[in-house]
Nanobody, 124 residues
């Protein structure tokens, strides 16, 4: 059982930056594709970014492309989401997740593990 713990959320002004971290409890972290998703109040959770097991492949939602960067350090069992040029519409609860591959993860299919979420609030 892999536990995922997100951190780094908070309150930031529009145009600012935040870096989210997601730490995994198991060394098998390196076997998984990892991703970030977000959820607005009353809405379905949506895809933000995913990264394959080696870090060589990444995919982003159009809404964050060019502003957010996903990366991972397998030696630290941690995945990151660097968020720059933040906008009020980025305000949401952000979740990390693990799945066997990026294709399934992007569609939230066969997700093996979810984190508990971290709140990001961007003020205008």
């Amino acid at each position: 059982q892999v536990q995922l713990v997100e951190s780094g959320g908070g309150l930031v002004q529009a145009g600012g930056s935040l870096r989210l971290s997601c730490a995994a409890s198991e060394r098998t972290f390196g076997n998984y594709a990892m991703g970030w998703f977000r959820q607005y109040p009353g809405k379905e959770r949506e895809f933000v970014a995913v990264i394959n097991w080696s870090g060589a492949s990444t995919y982003y939602a159009d809404s964050v492309k060019g502003r957010f960067t996903i990366s991972r350090e397998n030696a630290k069992a941690t995945v990151y989401l660097q968020m720059n040029s933040l906008k009020p519409e980025d305000t949401a609860v952000y979740y990390c997740a693990a799945a066997p591959n990026t294709s399934r993860l992007r569609l939230q299919l066969g997700v093996d593990y979810w984190g508990q979420g971290t709140q990001v609030t961007v003020s205008s």
